[in-house]
């Protein structure tokens, strides 16, 4: 009766002996392979994550330099813009200041007569027109409220070229308003193109 428990004593130790011995065996083979896959996966995870910022990080920086080379190109083209309606308004202005003599009593500028002058305003008026239709296109808000101000302005020498108002008080209010309607132009140009060397002076001129 003593003989059957301690072999079946023994045939248990024996098992748990080899069940002890394969899991030394797992862990001795297997454990340092599953060590191996974890570095390459957090490798993998690693070169994943560093090919992502970079890529990124890459794309950020076009789109910064993108975004930047749209602003210089409009930028030029507002310049463009701003450039051409100052140009064809002081021919517009020139022309009127030369027809409206005779409300200076001293003046180095020669008259024009009206033969000649009128038609050459009815031209530079379309000019003018076309010009400030840049303007609203491309210009902004405050460039384009301060181009129509010098325009309206402008009308007002061209009507007393015409001689549709006659008043020489008139005129020179007229050319106190052209003048102060020229500045606010030009400030707010300069203010659009992020011009800041400081204000900008009074200007003195014929026109």
Known sequence: MTGAPVRQTAIFKRQHDELLAKRRVY????EPEMESWVVQLLTLFGVVVGASASFISTRLLERSRWRREEALR???????????????????????????????????????????????LARLEGEVSEKLEQVRMLGSPEVVVACQEWRREAIRLDQLARGTRDNTDEYEQATQAR?????????????????????????????
């Open 27 to 30: 862990y001795l083979v297997l």
């Open 74 to 120: 409009w930028d030029s083209k507002r310049l463009e813009c701003y450039l051409d309606f100052a140009i064809a308004i002081s021919h517009y202005l020139t022309v009127g200041y030369r027809m409206t003599i005779e409300y200076r009593q001293a003046t180095h500028v020669q008259a024009l007569d009206a033969a000649i002058g009128l038609p050459e």
């Open 179 to 207: 003048r102060a309607a020229r500045k606010r132009f030009y400030s707010a140009v300069r203010a659009d193109l992020g011009i800041v060397s400081g204000e900008l002076p009074s200007l003195i001129d014929v026109a």
